[in-house]
Structures are given as C-alpha cells and as structure tokens.
C-alpha cells in the first residue's frame, strides 16, 4: 500500500545549527504537505506544495518537493528553541476525498 | 480563519462509561471532517472519515460500534467512545478538510486527550 516514510525519527540540534528532515513517498504524490506540532499540541499546517521541483520559504524555513513529486525536505536555518517541535509531511491518498497519509514525523529538540 | 475547535480539551472517565468528543469549524463549512488517534511520540492514526448528512467511512481495524461518529451539521462532527476501557486512553483529534485551487488541506483541532481509569 501507499507509504510515506521520514527520517530522521529524532534530532537533536545545537541552538544555531541547521536542520533537515526528508520526506519519501512510495507513489507519486498531487501535492505534499508539512505540518508542526509542538509538545501536547496539535498538528498545524505549515505549507503544500504542488509543483515538481517547488520551493518555497518561510523565513528560516525552505521546503522542497522533489522533481518527481515524491519527496520532499523541510530546512531550517539557524535553529531557535522555538523551533522544538514534531515535523510531519502528509501526502493526499490517491482518490480518497481527502484523506492523508502521514510519515511518522522528525521529532526536532533544541539545546539552548 | 479555518479554525477548528475540540471539546472537551481533556476528559478522564471511569471504565464502561461513553465519552463523546465535539469537533466544529468556527469559520468555514466542512462537509468532511477526520478522526485521528494519537499515542505519545507516535504519528497520527486515522480512524475514520466524517461525511456530513452520511455515514462515516472507518479506516481498517476501527470498530464503529465502539467509536461512533455524528457529522449532522457542516459545522459539527462528534465521536462518541461507547464503553471505554483504558486502552482507548489516547489523545483523539479532529480536522477538516479545506479544499483549494492547490488541492485539499486539513486543519486540526487542538484535541482531547482521554483517560480512561
């Protein structure tokens, strides 16, 4: 079946250093989306991207969408404490109204 | 806007009891609603899909019977937990699907986390 998988599962970051998590699909995606959540909240929508080879920027962050639209990279530049936090990619299920599949999310702590 | 709202936040119940769980869009219609489960430092699990006016669709291994939902309104879908034990302790959230030009995004609910003693 449709698989999204994440790596890495943890990391653990110096304040200012960069950070990446990767995102891969085992189908080719409509689009990939990114969301956050930070420690007993809740997931929150940060970005879709739709186009093959997409890049969009979010002040410290970058995210990519693969050329065959089936990965996709969150970078985070200068890391901040604030940027603690689970990272999930989701990708649409094909045909399926809606839903979305989720990779198991980058879990990001930052040392101050 | 797209705002989602969960009630209750948190809620502990006694074994046996039901629980039943509020999601709304405050801002916008959702005429599909999802129910995620979540357990500590794991991704969210889908459990089933809210149609409004229809039943809902579960995913494979969620029993109905146990984790009922209503999607009466465009506004309101509710998930009732029948004859909770303490393995359904978890944290439930909601989302809603927005449709755009782009594709279909979700915006959640902050959650409920159940107890289940």
């Known amino acids: 079946g449709q698989q999204v998988m994440q790596i890495p599962q943890y990391q653990h970051v110096q304040e200012g250093e960069d950070f990446t998590t990767y995102c891969n699909s085992s189908?080719?995606?409509?689009?990939i989306q990114w969301y956050k959540q930070r420690p007993g909240g809740h997931p929150v929508f940060l970005i879709q991207?739709?186009?093959?080879?997409e890049v969009k920027k979010q002040k410290r962050l970058t995210f990519q969408f693969g050329e065959a639209k089936k990965n996709s990279s969150l970078h985070i530049t200068a890391t901040q404490t604030t940027d603690v936090g689970t990272y999930f990619c989701a990708g649409p299920v094909y045909n399926q109204g809606g839903k979305l599949i989720f990779g198991q999310g980058t879990e990001l702590s930052v040392k101050p | 806007g797209a705002v989602v709202s969960q009630h209750p936040s948190w809620v502990i119940c006694k074994s046996g009891t039901s629980v039943k769980i509020e999601c709304r869009s405050l801002d916008f219609q959702a005429t599909t609603m999802f129910w995620y489960r979540q357990f500590p430092k794991q991704s969210l699990m889908l459990m089933a899909t809210?149609?409004?006016?229809?039943?809902?669709?579960?995913e494979q291994g969620v029993e109905k019977d146990k984790f009922l939902i209503n999607h009466a309104s465009l506004t309101l879908s509710t998930l009732t937990v029948t004859s909770a034990h303490p393995e359904d302790s978890s944290f439930y959230i909601c989302?809603?699907?927005?449709?755009?030009?782009?594709?279909?995004?979700?915006?959640f609910g902050p959650g409920t986390r159940l107890t289940v003693l």
């Open positions: 809210s149609n409004e006016g229809s039943k809902a669709t579960y």
């Open positions: 989302s809603a699907r927005v449709s755009s030009g782009r594709g279909d995004t979700q915006y």
């Open positions: 189908t080719t995606l409509s689009n």
């Open positions: 991207l739709v186009k093959s080879g």
